[in-house]
């Protein structure tokens, strides 16, 4: 079995770091990644920029369709966690490998929650 997630996309906010209960600290930051495609078409375009030379041609010849998912990203491990809270900022185009993480959580109004995270 294998659990592997590749994104390339932009930073959402710059990255935190927190501390829970006396465990390992963990540095946290959205990713958003966008696929693009052209009505009527099959073919999507994974993490295209609307700027790109070949998606200007292709706005010339129909509509373009976008979607944006936003993936929450947490990083664990120590020399990345500290990297990537001091160097990563809002806006950066960033790569991510890690693998999914499925879990619940209660809200601060006590109800429970479901979250994908990326464990990078």
């Known amino acids: 079995a294998m659990n592997r997630v590749q994104l390339l996309g932009r930073v959402g906010q710059d990255p935190i770091m927190r501390q829970v209960d006396g465990k ?15 009505t009527g078409e099959s073919d999507v375009t994974q993490g295209g920029e609307i700027w790109h030379p070949s998606l200007l041609f292709l706005c010339n010849l129909g509509d373009i369709s976008q ?3 936003w993936h929450r990203i947490s990083v664990f491990r120590p020399g990345l966690r500290d990297v990537t809270y001091q160097y990563v ?3 950066a185009r960033l790569y991510v490998e ?3 993480d499925y879990g619940e959580y209660t809200d601060k109004n006590n109800v429970r929650r479901q979250a994908t995270t ?3």
Not at 24 to 32: D, R, Y
């Open 24 to 38: 390992n600290p963990v540095t946290i930051f959205s990713l958003a990644t966008n696929e693009m495609w052209r």
């Open 98 to 100: 890690g693998k999914i």
């Open 67 to 69: 979607k944006t998912t």
């Open 89 to 91: 900022k809002k806006g």
């Open 118 to 120: 990326i464990i990078a």
